[in-house]
T-cell receptor, first 109, second 115 residues
Framework: QKEVEQDPGPLSVPEGAIVSLNCTYS??????FMWYRQYSRKGPELLMY????GNKEDGRFTAQVDKSSKYISLFIRDSQPSDSATYLC?????????FGKGTKLTVNP | DGGITQSPKYLFRKEGQNVTLSCEQN?????MYWYRQDPGQGLRLIYY???????QKGDIAEGYSVSREKKESFPLTVTSAQKNPTAFYLC??????????????FGSGTQLSVL
């Protein structure tokens, strides 16, 4: 079983849709959970950062962590064409930082 | 502006040639990293450094070398021993040491291609 699994997509949605992106993991030592957004041929930028379980909201973005199920999610409300990018989950703890492979999202006007 | 600067944006390597990718940060971060990104493979760690004059191999260090003579700088050399160097290379830095609650700040990347 891979340490972090993320569906690569691609995911295509109409403008205004609610988007759900997900990752699962197997390492119980992970305590910090992050989502990065990467536009084409650019470096990833940190979008959301969560410690342990729970929800965190920032504008149209909500990050959820369920440590009991080893499952994290990123929700994007009222999606915009400018949200079109690759979204990478990342997790750290126990001396490790591991990235998912990324999900490519396209929001169509 | 604080951030990470990678140069060049595009780089071409001839057979048997060593090339060096530059990474400079002015965030006063102790930890710096080099990642390789191939389509469909996500980010793979090449090397990381927690402090000046110290660095550790990542998951795919073979064919690469680094140095950390200054806190601000962490150049990556792709040697002729790296037989498949074509990839997008990302430099990153963080305030905390690897494996702790690090939030990584990335540069804009260097695309390396083989001529």
């Amino acid at each position: 079983q891979k340490e972090v699994e993320q569906d690569p997509g691609p995911l295509s949605v109409p403008e205004g849709a609610i988007v759900s992106l997900n990752c699962t993991y197997s390492n119980s030592a992970f305590q910090y959970f992050m989502w990065y957004r990467q536009y084409s041929r650019k470096g990833p930028e940190l979008l959301m950062y969560t410690y342990s379980s729970g929800n965190k909201e920032d504008g149209r973005f909500t990050a959820q962590v369920d440590k009991s199920s080893k499952y994290i999610s990123l929700f994007i409300r009222d999606s915009q064409p400018s949200d079109s990018a690759t979204y990478l989950c990342a997790m750290s703890g126990g001396g490790k930082l591991v990235f998912g492979k990324g999900t490519k999202l396209t929001v169509n006007p | 502006d604080g951030g990470i600067t990678q140069s060049p944006k595009y780089l071409f390597r001839k057979e048997g040639q060593n090339v060096t990718l530059s990474c400079e940060q002015n965030l006063n971060h102790d930890a710096m990293y080099w990642y390789r990104q191939d389509p469909g493979q996500g980010l793979r760690l090449i090397y990381y450094s927690q402090i000046v004059n110290d660095f550790q191999k990542g998951d795919i260090a073979e064919g690469y070398s680094v140095s950390r003579e200054k806190k601000e700088s962490f150049p990556l050399t792709v040697t002729s021993a790296q037989k498949n160097p074509t990839a997008f290379y990302l430099c990153a830095s963080s305030m905390n040491r690897p494996g702790v609650d690090e939030k990584l700040f990335f540069g804009s990347g260097t695309q390396l291609s083989v001529l």
